[in-house]
Nanobody, 118 residues
Framework: VQLVESGGGLVQAGESLRLSCAAS????????MAWFRQAPGKEREFVSA????????RYADSLEGRFTISRDLVKNTVALQMNNLRPEDTAVYYC????????????WGQGTQVTVSS
């Protein structure tokens, strides 16, 4: 599976960004897609995941409803809409995938930097 992220950048606190991840090399309808992030000096943490159908999603509690994950079953992409960004959201964001039923994520993108200034 190849995963390629895009959409990162530098924004001010309160603004929005939309990340996108294009998947190839596997039937898109068979894989769970997710976003993780890693801030400087911190461990990588879970952000959000969406099931193969696109109907079920879950989020890290810390996001307080500011982020929305979605997937396009035609374009084989997954997006993360990030609203009301905060400086603590600054991190490298990674797209990940796993076969349905797997406990661990098995494929990772190269990451895209999101920087939120105060």
């Amino acid at each position: 599976v190849q995963l390629v992220e895009s959409g990162g950048g530098l924004v001010q606190a309160g603004e929005s960004l939309r990340l996108s991840c294009a998947a190839s090399g596997v039937p898109f309808s068979l894989i769970v897609m997710a976003w993780f992030r890693q801030a400087p000096g911190k461990e990588r943490e879970f952000v959000s995941a969406i099931d193969p159908s696109g109907r079920n999603a879950r989020y890290a509690d810390s996001l307080e409803g500011r982020f929305t994950i979605s997937r396009d079953l035609v374009k084989n992409t997954v997006a993360l809409q990030m609203n009301n960004l905060r400086p603590e959201d600054t991190a490298v964001y990674y797209c990940a995938s796993k076969p349905r039923g797997n406990a661990d994520y098995t494929s990772w993108g190269q990451g895209t930097q999101v920087t939120v200034s105060s």
